[in-house]
């Protein structure tokens, strides 16, 4: 066989068109961004196996029933998250009855009704600042206000550190994220609905209330509702505003004096359970945080199977 | 009904529909607009109920004690540098965990993943971000401590430390940085990514040489609202570091410590008790003002970053 035969044109430029050695450098760099995000991945997959197989000898010896209806104790065998679960589900209503009227309505004014005047870019601005402050600062303010000065309101008989103020301070806290969520789910309603609706006389309201909102509110009510689980998981501000873990008001009281009393939550019992030193409180803040997590699970699934039914309907 | 002429005089009045239905819809309006306008009684009562009690602090506190030893609210000890240093120590371990992890992360699921993937990445990592703060900071208390540090470091690691803290803030800032840093590359233009393939570069320049330097403000973006985050991330730190007494001066971040954060959660739980003594319910608002204007500068840079990428494409 002649060795001497030159390649053809072809062999040519396809060789060199072909890489003649692979790429090691970039191999080596896709490898290395595969791997910062399997450790990402698997941050929380470590995180979700510690926190369920520390649970275990909870789920062990008694039932979940009885774990969510016991009450708080300082005694790890019987102690139970019933105030908790109150206090947080109470919370999650007070914070949704605040920011979600609220929260929608300034987006309405912001997306439908706000010229680009100082006006509007100041409130933009500060809504995005506001969404930004630190949980802790919201905290702050609930102290001052709703504790401090609006006491003798929220909580007469507890200086103030009541389910009312801590709801009130949740409010805030997500408020500018409602207003956020909202906004964009306003702002993704296409035009030519509005126009469509002045085309037939309607009055800006009525445009809004039967065009605009409907459309909008799968959007709007996935954003609102995932804020309600960011609410959820806040332990700091109640901290400052006075969530406790040690006392509550017993079942007898009435519905206003439990709201004017002392609480708890599921979040701040978390911080409590995790810094006690006795062995038996390790397995349950474990226990704890396995419900919270399939509370936040629930919350979230909703927002996801709401949206995805209005949109059938619409 | 009778009808009225249109003439130059009246057609705006009469185009314009009822009064009642217009003096209706003004009422709307104004109904939306009160609304919209309460943001920003939220924030001037914020900064109202600071500043008020913070200028009470300083003009009591007396200066000595501002700038010594170490933070003991509850003895009149108020060194702001000791829980300044332990703020920083942590934002700054949460971004060694964070800014790589993100960066990494982003990149890759702009520039190399397949859709396939991107569907099976991006809810896990929002999953992630929707994890609560308590949650981290007893995985950082339970797990990174004992299993993690202490096979690393050994007996010189506390129970309670500040290096877990910080990797457990960092954990929960890596979703943030990702989905940020994503967004700004995935806004490049194809067109350069494009051109810079038909130059005969290979996957790896057009992401480093092209597509990053095109998104960096969006990147820096990221990691300081990152950096903000993590400066206000208290639960992780109130469990994780420990030190809830008060902490002396220190740089070890394998020794229990105090976040300004952290340092106002130790002093609520028994505000009840320090309540007007000694000057320590005030300190709480001080440290919260500082720490309100900190993250209020790192937020407003970082939109000056998020705008200059707007802009440019």
């Known amino acids: ?314 | 009904m009778t009808t009225e002429a249109l003439t130059p005089e009246n057609v705006e009045r009469l185009l314009s529909g009822s009064p009642r239905r217009r003096s209706k819809e003004r009422a709307i309006r104004w109904f939306f607009w009160t609304a919209s306008a309460t943001s920003i009684l939220i924030t001037l009562a914020i900064v109202l109920s600071l500043v008020g009690e913070a200028w009470t602090f300083i003009s009591q506190a007396d200066p000595s004690s501002l700038w010594e030893i170490g933070w003991f609210p509850r003895r009149g000890l108020f060194d702001v540098k000791t829980i300044v240093a332990g703020t920083l120590l942590v934002a700054g371990i949460a971004m060694l965990v964070a800014g790589p992890l993100g960066l990494g992360t982003a990149m890759y699921l702009s520039e190399y993943a397949r859709p396939s993937i991107r569907r099976v990445v991006k809810p896990t990592l929002e999953l992630l971000a929707g994890i609560p703060s308590v949650v981290l900071g007893y995985f950082a208390l339970t797990f990174i401590t004992p299993d993690l540090l202490k096979r690393i470091f050994g007996n010189q690691v506390a129970g309670f430390n500040l290096l877990a803290a910080g990797i457990g803030v960092g954990i929960l800032t890596i979703p943030l940085v990702a989905s940020i840093t994503e967004d700004a590359l995935r806004a490049v233009p194809r067109s350069l990514r494009e051109a810079s393939y038909g130059l005969g570069a290979s996957r790896m320049s057009t992401s480093i040489r092209v597509v990053f330097p095109a998104a960096v403000s969006g990147v820096v973006a990221s990691l300081i609202i990152a950096v903000s985050r993590a400066i206000g991330e208290t639960m992780v730190v109130a469990i994780a570091a420990g030190a809830t007494g008060g902490s002396l001066f220190s740089l070890n971040v394998l020794q229990p410590g105090q976040t300004m954060t952290a340092a106002m959660t130790a002093l609520a739980i028994g505000s009840d008790r320090v309540r007007g003594a000694d000057n320590a319910f005030q300190s709480l608002f001080f440290v919260g003002l500082l720490l309100f204007l900190v993250t209020l500068f790192l937020n407003v840079i970082s939109e000056r970053f998020v705008r200059r990428v707007r802009q440019k494409y």
Not at chain 1, 10 to 28: F, H, P, Y
Not at chain 1, 224 to 252: C, K, M
């Open chain 1, 1 to 314: 066989m002649a060795v001497t035969s030159a390649p053809t044109a072809e062999v040519l430029v396809r060789r060199s068109l072909s890489a003649k050695k692979r790429d090691v450098r970039g191999r080596v760099f896709e490898a290395v961004l595969i791997l910062t995000l399997l450790v990402s991945m698997a941050v929380l997959v470590v995180l979700l196996l510690d926190v369920a197989l520390d649970s275990r000898s909870v789920w062990g010896e008694r039932t979940l029933g009885n774990f969510l209806t016991s009450q708080l104790s300082a005694d790890p065998a019987t102690a139970g998250i019933r105030q908790a679960l109150v206090g947080s589900l109470i919370l999650m209503i007070f914070t949704a009855a605040i920011a979600f009227p609220l929260g929608i309505s300034a987006a309405i004014f912001l997306e439908e009704y706000a010229e680009d005047n100082r006006f509007a870019r100041i409130v933009n601005a500060n809504i995005r600042n506001l969404a930004g402050v630190p949980s802790i600062v919201y905290g702050l303010l609930g102290l001052a206000l709703f504790v401090k000065i609006l006491g003798g309101i929220t909580g007469p008989e507890v200086e103030g550190r009541s389910v009312i103020s801590g709801g009130l301070t949740l409010g805030l806290l997500v408020l500018p994220i409602v207003i956020i969520t909202s906004v964009e789910a306003l702002r993704a309603v296409p035009n030519s609905i509005r126009e469509g609706a002045f085309g037939v006389g309607a009055t800006k309201w009525q445009m809004i209330r039967h065009h605009v909102l409907p459309v909008a509110a799968p959007g709007i009510l996935t954003g609102t509702i995932l804020s309600l689980g960011r609410a959820f998981g806040e332990a700091a501000p109640l901290l400052l505003v006075g969530g406790i873990t040690t006392f509550f008001q017993s079942g007898d009281a009435t519905p206003v004096e439990q709201l004017r009393g002392r609480f708890s939550a599921m979040p701040v019992l978390v911080f409590r359970w995790a810094s006690l030193p006795q062995a038996g409180f390790r397995a349950l803040t474990a226990a704890l945080i396995v419900v919270m997590l399939v509370a936040l699970l629930l919350i979230n699934a909703t927002a996801i199977y709401l949206r995805n039914r209005f949109e059938k309907e619409l």
